[in-house]
């Protein structure tokens, strides 16, 4: 294997893993970011019960 074809492998493979990884957290870290906001927005309503 020349140092050529690695590199082009490590630079593929790395790079898609990297970018896979980045987007999964960046969809969890939004969905939680939103849950949270729709979460307290829903905590802040008056709620009143007659009883």
Known sequence: ???????TFLSHDLLGNVLATLLVAGAGYSVKKIRTKIRNRNDNT???TTT
């Open 46 to 48: 008056d709620q009143t």
């Open 1 to 7: 294997m020349t140092l050529t074809t690695l590199y």
